[in-house]
């Protein structure tokens, strides 16, 4: 499985980016797909995450009402369309596929495989 993040970039308070993820090199049905960040010094952090048959969703308290994950089944494409973004929001941006739709869709171990990371940057 290959997961390749783009759309990261650098953006100014109350602006607004997409993120996509594009998945490769399997069936993803079962699949979990989540984003998760990193902002410097800190640990990595849920973000969203969509189940790909069905789509239930999940978004983090801390960015609710702001961003918005979604799913293209026909290009295998995960999106994150960013929001009123925020200078806390600055971090890298993961991709991330859970192969066995594990319920809990924050937990970190329960994702198998990950994206290279795309990093954003919200200045004040």
């Known amino acids: 499985v290959q997961l390749q993040a783009s759309g990261g970039g650098w953006v100014q308070t109350g602006g607004s980016l997409r993120l996509s993820c594009a998945a490769s090199?399997?069936?993803?049905?079962?699949?979990?797909m989540g984003w998760f960040r990193q902002a410097p010094g800190k640990e990595r952090e849920s973000v969203a995450a969509i189940r790909w048959s069905g789509g239930s969703t999940y978004h983090a308290d801390s960015v609710k009402g702001r961003f918005t994950i979604s799913r293209d089944n026909a290009k295998n494409t995960v999106y994150l369309q960013m929001n009123s973004l925020k200078p806390e929001d600055t971090a890298v941006y993961y991709c991330a596929a859970d192969r066995d739709g594990t319920y809990d869709y924050t937990r970190i171990r329960d994702y198998d495989y990950w994206g290279q990371g795309t990093l954003v940057t919200v200045s004040s």
């Open positions: 090199g399997a069936t993803f049905g079962r699949y979990v």
